[in-house]
């Protein structure tokens, strides 16, 4: 079974720019999660989608930070214009359902300068 | 609200030694209770859960947690450290209702010293 796909794996911007996160998650798995991973820090949740409706977006700094998830698969997380303070791990996650346990990709390691 | 609290950011081992990673929770409701592995460069994998029942869990790779309702604890043990379990060990609570995400705590780094 293929896991949880991300890309890229690694991203260099400039303050003020913008970035695209691409998240492909596993085949099924309704319930889809943006994750934001500082260092040194634990992964805090910034928008969860049922299918293709947002669940949870409370954390989600929205005058910068926007996702979407089309058709209820492939996601995309978007930071425009990009701060210092967002360089960090962007991980996504999918689960069968809000029952069970996420299943982690690899991650998208923002670096802004 | 739900939260977890780490002790110890950083923990060191010597290889075959006891592992103890300490997890508390907060949870007002019922709470499904989980660790996860980071190894460098990589996402978060379950090591194990604790949902309902059985309240030792076992997991991937030795590791076994036992949930402590009254102490609100889940600590993570392994009787003999290997070498390859030196990584960033997570501990993270939702509910049984299941209509919350995953919170996490701020993780405690893991040495393992030949």
């Known amino acids: 079974e293929a896991g949880v796909a991300q890309s890229p794996r690694y991203k260099i911007i400039e303050k003020r720019q913008s970035v695209a996160f691409w998240c492909n998650p596993i085949s099924g798995h309704a319930t889809l999660y943006w994750y934001q991973q500082i260092l040194g820090q634990g992964p805090k949740l910034l928008i969860q989608?049922?299918?293709?409706?947002?669940?949870?977006d409370s954390q989600l700094p929205k005058d910068r930070f926007s996702a979407e998830r089309l058709k209820g698969v492939d996601s995309t997380l978007k930071i425009q214009p990009a701060k210092l303070e967002d360089s960090a791990v962007y991980l996504c996650?999918?689960?069968?359902?809000?029952?069970?346990?996420?299943?982690f990709g690899q991650g998208t390691r923002l670096t802004v300068v | 609200a739900q939260s977890v609290t780490q002790l110890g950011s950083h923990v060191s081992v010597s290889e075959g030694a006891l592992v103890l990673l300490r997890c508390n929770y907060s949870?007002?409701?019922?709470?499904?209770l989980f660790w996860y592995v980071q190894y460098p460069n990589q996402g978060l994998q379950l090591l194990l859960k604790y949902t309902t029942g059985a309240t030792l869990v076992k997991g991937i790779n030795g590791f076994e947690a036992e949930f402590k309702k009254s102490e609100t604890s889940f600590h993570l043990t392994k009787p003999s450290a290997h070498m390859s379990d030196a990584a960033e060990y997570f501990c993270a609570v939702s509910t049984v209702s299941g209509n919350t995400p995953l919170v996490f705590g701020k993780g405690t780094r893991l040495s393992v010293i030949a």
């Open positions: 996650a999918s689960s069968p359902d809000r029952n069970t346990e996420a299943f």
């Open positions: 989608f049922q299918n293709n409706g947002v669940v949870d």
């Open positions: 949870s007002s409701v019922p709470p499904y």
